[in-house]
């Protein structure tokens, strides 16, 4: 496949052009990691191959004789991040080590390379990148505090983002059609069970269906904070012998370990305005049609007219939530490229909630609500509007995403902006 432009190209090639030597790139298997780094490297070692391992292992400083160098699934030969960071050490070139991974579970004895090895974390495909719309609003834009004019007009709909939601961000996996489509998705989820766990963790899943329900349980409560309880419970309905406490815990370190999941944690400021708030994740998976897939969805199980009619939402409260993990998605890579963090806000007692906090290193803020609607009102604002009051001019904007055609501003200052004009 020709390479397709991602927004983490731009933050590679300041870091490059900075001087940085060693590059580590980090996310859920298929994201797009390699295509991204294979295209500034001389030379490529994919250690999935037993050859290329074997090599390795017997002269790990040959990856120091081939100029730049991609280093892809370092984590299945640890011993070469040493050799990557010695030779940091030693004054490698800008750019001349890249390497990438799909599991963070680390070997103990490796050193951090905190100081030598930078790590960006990667994504699947965001909208923009997906080349669904030209976006004429920057989240960059809104992190500056000036308030920008918002504009623009989009015929992007409810039905397309169903589709999208389905379709995945995985590059290689979303232009296929429908039923290769699905099975990819299906065989994704399946390695993860069956392999990638025991590849990462060295255990081996000795109850796989039951692994499998609670990751569709986790999916079915995307964008919530359920707890881990309530998602094992969830996944273990008229059962009296649920899986343990520990269990649970297992099954989602090694998910998030092979970034698989992808939780928001609660925005907590430093300078706490706010009494009560809570310290919950909200959960997400990496791309929502992972938790489609889990849970045996198509467009047509979520909109009446997906096919080409007139689009009715079936279940507005799982769609809501897919939405938003779709939105999520894309404020997470802006706002890495913006060098900014995301949280979500809720109040102990849920009296309050912000869908998105995405926070500047000054700890100023834009907060973002999510809307499964064309259009928006004064109730869809109020959560907005009362943050607003908390915490002054650490907020520096505010805006509803929505499924509507149209950008603007509302008389209040805060922007309503349809999810497929929102950018880097």
């Known amino acids: 496949m020709p390479y397709h432009a991602r927004v983490l190209d ?47 292992e017997a002269d790990p400083t040959r990856i120091l004789a081939t100029g730049r160098v991609l280093i892809d699934e370092w984590q299945r030969l640890p011993a070469l991040w040493d050799v990557v960071r010695r030779a940091v050490d030693a004054g490698a070139d800008p750019g001349q080590f890249l390497l990438t991974g799909s599991a963070s579970a680390l070997n103990p004895g490796t050193h951090s390379g905190a100081g030598r090895i930078v790590t960006l974390r990667m994504r699947p495909m965001t909208l923009f990148e997906r080349d669904v719309e030209n976006p004429s609003v920057s989240l960059r834009g809104l992190l500056s505090g000036s308030q920008p004019e918002i504009v623009g007009q989009t015929s992007v709909g409810l039905t397309e983002y169903v589709d999208e939601i389905c379709r995945s961000g995985f590059p290689a996996i979303r232009p296929l059609a429908d039923r290769p489509r699905n099975a990819l998705l299906a065989g994704y989820i399946e390695r993860v069970i069956d392999r990638d766990i025991a590849d990462a963790t060295g255990r081996i899943t000795r109850n796989r269906p039951a692994l ?23 996944a273990t309905p008229g059962v009296a012998d649920k ?4 269990t649970s815990i297992s099954y989602r370190d090694a998910l998030e370990a092979l970034y698989v999941l992808d939780p928001v944690e609660a925005w907590m400021p430093t ?23 889990l849970l045996g969805l198509n467009p047509q199980a979520l909109v009446d007219g997906a096919d080409g009619g007139m689009p009715i939402v079936r279940d507005g409260t799982l769609l809501g939530s897919l939405f938003e993990s779709l939105v999520t998605l894309n404020v997470r890579v802006y706002a890495q490229n913006a060098e900014a963090s995301v949280g979500h806000l809720r109040t102990q007692r849920g009296r309050h909630e912000v869908d998105l906090i995405v926070e500047r290193a000054d700890r100023r803020v834009v907060a973002l609500e999510m809307k499964l609607s064309r259009t928006v009102d004064d109730s869809d604002v109020r959560h907005l509007k009362w943050l607003r009051d908390e915490i002054g001019q650490d907020l520096l904007d505010a805006a509803v995403i929505t499924t ?5 501003r509302r008389s209040d200052g805060i ?10």
């Open 243 to 246: 899986p343990s406490r520990h």
């Open 10 to 56: 731009n933050e590679l090639d300041e870091l490059i052009a900075g001087g940085i030597a060693a590059i580590a790139i980090e996310g859920a298997k298929a994201v797009g990691k390699s295509a991204t780094a294979v295209e500034r490297v001389q030379t490529a070692y994919l250690l999935e191959d037993p050859a290329t391992r074997e090599l390795l």
């Open 404 to 408: 509507g055609p149209n950008a603007y």
């Open 415 to 424: 922007a309503v902006i349809p999810a497929a004009l929102l950018g880097p």
């Open 271 to 293: 300078a706490n305005h706010i009494s009560e708030l809570s310290a919950s994740p909200k959960h997400h998976l990496v791309d929502p049609a992972l938790a489609v897939t």
């Open 212 to 234: 499998r329900r609670w990751l569709a349980a986790y999916g079915a409560a995307s964008a919530t904070t359920a707890t881990y309880e309530t998602i094992r419970d969830a």
